[in-house]
């Protein structure tokens, strides 16, 4: 039975056993004294932690909390889209499990989307507390992909309330690796923005290690545009117009008969030339393993478990 103005959340949750509980409180007192009809989605992203036992125990005295886990850790994306695919909300919300991203803002967006809008966005205001360093890579990720898919993704953030339009038109996608922060954008519809400061986390860590984070950004990068393969056809034309300097250049030396010097340019040629061919081929390889792993059509995720449905 699908209630016209069930609003469902979708958590997606990694080593986040002590977030749960209290996540949860957070979340019923702020919608039951908005009075918003909701279901919980946690989905439990191969925690290795205590994380699906606690959500199992808030499922067994709250009959609308339910929750997935995945067979092992198939990323913060996967566990969106199986929140997704599990909803039955007429609008579905998804937020990050350390309240990072604050509920206070739930019945605001909820209000909005009850007034019409589609696609009801949390933009990001200021970025919380982080070092230096990953905000300057964070900038440069976002600068990129916003260059490339031509959407301003500077202030994204994950934190989105769709309406089952949007959400349908997102599982329509046969993508093996949806990029949501940019697919949530690019499929267009009535689409708000509203701001939010970005809180501490209060309960354990980011689980979001350096290495783990330039997988994603290349990931993502890659998996939205094809902008890293025209910058191989730039430097072959850039070096396309150095060797015709050159070879201007070493035809008139021949000619007037000062050639056989210049040994040092050609070892240099040969490692610039060597590197970019090796740093295309690169470039393609990576677009081509990403080929053959949509081709492959595995399935997104695989569950474990349910509880609550
Ligand atoms: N998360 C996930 N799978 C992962 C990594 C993270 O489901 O592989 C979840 C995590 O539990 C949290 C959200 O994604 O609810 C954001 O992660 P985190 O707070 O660690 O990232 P940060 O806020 O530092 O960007
Ligand atoms: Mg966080």
């Known amino acids: 039975m699908q209630d016209s103005k069930l609003l469902s959340i979708i958590l997606p949750s990694y080593n986040e056993q002590d977030n749960i509980p209290h996540t949860f409180e957070v979340i019923n007192n702020i919608l039951t004294s908005a009075s918003i009809p909701y279901e919980i989605i946690f989905v439990d992203d191969g925690s290795r932690d205590l994380t699906y036992q606690r959500i199992y125990e808030v499922s067994l005295q709250h009959p609308q909390v339910k929750g997935i886990c995945f067979s092992r850790n198939f990323g913060k994306e996967a566990a969106i889209f199986a929140g997704l695919e599990a909803s039955a909300g007429a609008c579905c919300l998804i937020m990050d ?8 803002l739930i019945p605001e967006m909820y209000r909005l989307w009850l007034e019409g809008n589609e696609v009801i966005e949390g933009i990001k205001s200021s970025r919380g507390k982080e070092n230096p360093l990953h905000t300057f890579c964070a900038k440069s990720f976002y600068n990129i ?3 490339a898919t031509g959407i ?3 202030k994204a953030s994950d934190f989105k309330l769709l309406d089952r339009k949007a959400v349908d038109a997102l599982l329509a996608m046969p993508e093996r690796a949806p990029f949501f922060r940019a697919l949530s954008s690019w499929i267009g519809f009535k689409t708000i923005s509203v701001p939010f400061d970005v809180q501490k986390r209060e309960i354990g860590t980011s689980k979001w290690s350096p290495r783990k984070l330039i997988k994603y950004a290349i990931h993502n990068i890659t998996s939205f545009s094809g902008a890293p393969l ?3 056809t730039l430097l072959g034309w850039i070096m396309f117009l150095c060797s015709i300097v050159l070879g201007i250049q070493s035809l008139y030396r021949y000619f007037t008969g000062t050639a056989l010097e210049g040994f040092t340019t050609v070892i240099l040629l040969q490692l610039i030339i060597g590197s970019i ?3 295309s081929l690169g470039i393609i390889g990576h677009y081509i393993s990403r080929i053959y792993d949509e081709i492959k059509a595995r399935p997104r995720y695989l569950v474990s478990r349910k509880c609550g449905f």
């Open 97 to 104: 499990c350390d309240l990072q991203h604050p509920a206070e």
């Open 145 to 147: 992909i916003s260059r």
């Open 152 to 154: 301003d993704m500077s």
């Open 230 to 232: 025209q910058f191989v």
């Open 277 to 279: 061919l090796m740093i």
